[in-house]
């Protein structure tokens, strides 16, 4: 299994070894750059909000950050849109 396919279905950010989703929250699905594939837990936040997520897996490395903002009005899926130091 390579890191992208150990990666799919998990929610960023949490402990590797409770990783899965949680009833009553809201994810939403992170597509293309570096977390392709992650959830993000999206509970209590606005479907239009822009995130920078810290990465080791951008193009800046540790300490860089990958851009997602929302692809569609309910804030199901986020899109990448680069990676910032």
Known sequence: MDEHEFMQGRVYGADHEDAGPRP????????????????????????????????????????GRALYGPADPDGRRFTWHGDAP
């Not at 977390?35 to 837990?41: A, P």
């Not at 509970?43 to 822009?50: D, L």
Request: proline share 8%; aromatic share 4%.
């Open 24 to 63: 009553g929250r809201s994810y939403a699905q992170l597509v293309g750059g570096p977390l392709d594939g992650l959830l993000l837990d999206v509970t209590g936040r606005s479907a239009a909000t822009a995130v920078a997520l810290p990465t080791e897996l951008g193009a800046f490395g540790p300490g």
